[in-house]
């Protein structure tokens, strides 16, 4: 293909999707779809529009930023940038977002450049994205830094390879069939709980979080950033307290979105010591994606990650009977996570690899 130099410009936050200033916005989560659909096959991997638009619209907690590139009228590529705003963040986080038909014409190259630009811009000293891949062997594999895991190459990982990206660690994403027989849900829930014991005790809610629980939520949210498995990913320690998980939550609903928590309290001290939480679109019969499954260090060995994820899924079949499967990411080396979800009924459906540079 002919190299060009597309015209980079910034992605209009509108104030609604019906303004007149959305159109970019909307294409922005179209592409996304799209390029979901054409590399793994699996369009719903990436937020509608209407998700997307809140957690845009405040930030209080994170920024995004994003760039539309053009030859002429057309828009031919897009890339979305991620900033958390903790004091110690070093990163930014982004999405290059290139179709297949216009790949390979320096597009992609333009804004990479212009991610890495952005990242000075904002005094971030490490840039990070992910790379989706089918679950295939190819001629060429690539193998993490964890050593865990292995995807095919792929033109994106060429790309930020040959930019001096490294391959940190590679996820897992997997699919459950809500719609399955939930015996073993039951069966793997009783054990669980009848091993944790007394001393763990199971609480569940649709969000919003009831007042009472939302500092012990915010405990445990924030723990997913440094508890749960990252290789050797640069993130940064997220504060949470009873108020953001306020604004989490008004951000989530505002898109129409629904969840259900389910979380395990340890008894002699009231804490939330794990969770899972379970979230589907305003279209009630699409994929729903887990956000978050974590225990913490202090309490791991007792089954709780199972307690949790078991009890949602019952309930979930049971909020949401037109949902037809839960997607969900892991990392490679998560082996306690992987074991329960493989002996529920997961299967892997595709492969993500995490890329870092630092500058």
Same mark, same amino acid.
């Given at each position: 293909m002919t190299i060009v130099e597309p015209t980079i410009t910034p992605l209009i936050v509108p104030v609604s999707l019906d303004a007149e200033n959305a159109a970019d916005f909307r294409a922005c989560a179209a592409l996304n779809r799209q390029i979901c659909d054409e590399l793994v096959g699996l369009p719903d991997l990436a937020p509608d529009?209407? @998700?997307?638009?809140?957690?845009? *619209?405040?930030?209080?907690?994170?920024?995004?930023?994003?760039?539309?590139?053009?030859?002429?009228?057309?828009?031919?590529?897009?890339? #979305?940038?991620?900033l958390a705003l903790e004091a110690e963040a070093h990163a930014i986080e982004f999405d290059l977002l290139v179709p297949r038909a216009h790949w390979g014409r320096g597009i992609e190259n333009a804004l990479l450049a212009r991610a890495e630009a952005e990242a000075r811009t904002h005094g971030r000293n490490v840039l990070q994205t992910w $790379?989706?891949?089918?679950?295939? @062997?190819?001629?060429?594999?690539?193998?993490?830094? #964890?050593?865990?895991?292995?995807?095919?190459?792929?033109?994106?990982s060429d790309l930020v390879e040959s !930019?001096?990206?490294?391959?940190? *660690?590679?996820?897992?994403? $997997?699919?459950?069939?809500?719609?399955? !027989?939930?015996?073993p849900l039951r069966e793997a829930l009783t054990a669980a709980t009848a091993f944790a014991g007394a001393d763990y005790r199971l609480v569940e809610w649709d969000m919003p979080t009831p007042p009472e629980l939302r500092a012990g939520f915010a405990a445990v949210l924030a723990r997913l950033s440094t508890d749960a498995p990252s290789g050797d990913m640069d993130f940064a320690e997220e504060s949470w307290d009873a108020d953001r998980v306020v604004r989490r939550e008004a951000r989530i609903l505002s898109a129409g979105q629904a969840v259900s928590v389910a979380a395990v309290q340890h008894v002699p001290t009231g804490e939330l010591v794990a969770y899972?939480?379970?979230?589907?679109?305003?279209?009630?019969?699409?994929? #729903? !994606? *887990?956000?978050? #499954?974590?225990? $913490?260090?202090?309490?791991?060995?007792h089954r709780l990650g199972t307690i949790v994820k078991c009890a949602n899924l019952l309930r979930w079949r049971e909020l949401m009977p037109r949902a037809t499967v839960v997607s969900?990411?892991?990392?490679?080396?998560?082996r306690p996570m992987l074991s329960i979800n493989e002996a529920i009924g997961f299967v892997p459906v595709s492969y993500a690899g995490a890329w870092q540079k630092k500058i």
């Open positions: 529009a209407e @998700e997307m638009l809140p957690g845009w *619209q405040d930030e209080t907690d994170a920024l995004h930023r994003g760039f539309v590139a053009r030859i002429g009228d057309e828009i031919v590529g897009m890339i #979305t940038l991620y $790379s989706m891949h089918r679950p295939m @062997e190819a001629e060429r594999m690539l193998v993490p830094r #964890t050593g865990w895991g292995r995807v095919p190459a792929t033109p994106l !930019d001096g990206y490294v391959l940190e *660690q590679v996820e897992r994403n $997997s699919e459950y069939d809500l719609h399955g !027989d939930p015996e899972n939480e379970l979230v589907i679109a305003a279209d009630r019969t699409g994929v #729903t !994606d *887990q956000y978050g #499954t974590l225990v $913490s260090k202090d309490h791991r060995g969900t990411f892991n990392a490679e080396e998560n």
